[in-house]
């Protein structure tokens, strides 16, 4: 299986900060990876998909690169309503695998 | 809008059996891969299984292989997981998706909002 390492485990900061998330595959994986949002108490969200790609209606201030095993997530001006669990996922090869999730608090 | 919903999770007992569906709406179910993931409490996301759109492609993650079957009636826009022979670990919030894994595209989107199942004696 491949493994997803995600880095930090939780993050704090404050309201309009840029924020970084990274995740690490443990073989390439080329651009097939997600990045998902999940609020507490609530089903995950897809954010971004194929590593760079916005979804629809997500707001523009969220964004992803990476390719290979090295992967980059960051919300350039962090919201109120961005406090959430982050979740990379690659598809590459199934088991399609989660990382351990970012947990972002406001600071 | 899109929406799925499940239904049929609660408290069973090791060795038991559960059967999980999932509903869906405002697309064509019938043209897409779907896909169960799980939970459990205070943990991060566990990818279960997959079915292909014609139901004719399947897969499980090891941990509930020969134990788990997922299956669909498109018919009836709707998604199943018979969960047989569960144990403790099994406990955990089992979500629905619509997986859009494909070759232009990745993603699950968009999930349920999840059923508790709770294995304890």
């Known amino acids: 299986d491949i493994q997803m390492t995600q880095s930090p485990s939780s993050l704090s900061a404050s309201v309009g900060d840029r924020v970084t998330i990274t995740c690490q595959a443990s073989?390439?994986?080329?651009?097939?990876l997600n990045w998902y949002q999940q609020k507490p108490g609530k089903a995950p969200k897809l954010l971004i998909y194929?590593?760079?790609n916005l979804e629809t209606g997500v707001p523009s201030r969220f964004s992803g690169s990476g390719s290979g095993t090295d992967f980059t997530f960051t919300i350039s001006s962090l919201q109120p309503e961005d406090i959430a669990t982050y979740y990379c996922q690659q598809y590459d090869n199934l088991p399609h695998t989660f990382g351990q999730g970012t947990k972002l608090e406001i600071k | 809008q899109v929406q799925l919903v499940e239904s049929g999770g609660g408290l069973v007992k090791p060795g038991g059996s559960l059967r999980l569906s999932c509903a869906a709406s405002g697309f064509t179910f019938s043209d897409y891969y779907m896909s169960w993931i799980r939970q459990a409490p205070g943990k991060g996301l566990e990818w279960v299984s997959y079915i292909s759109s014609s139901g004719s492609t399947i897969y499980y993650a090891d941990s509930v292989k020969g134990r788990f079957t997922i299956s669909r009636d498109n018919a009836k826009n709707s998604l199943y997981l018979q969960m047989n022979s569960l144990r403790a670990e099994d406990t955990a919030v089992y979500y629905c998706?619509?997986?859009?894994?494909?070759?232009?595209?990745?993603?699950?989107?968009?999930w349920g909002q999840g059923t508790l199942v709770t294995v304890s004696s």
């Open positions: 194929d590593a760079s």
């Open positions: 073989q390439d994986i080329s651009n097939y």
């Open positions: 998706a619509r997986d859009l894994t494909g070759p232009t595209r990745g993603g699950f989107d968009p």
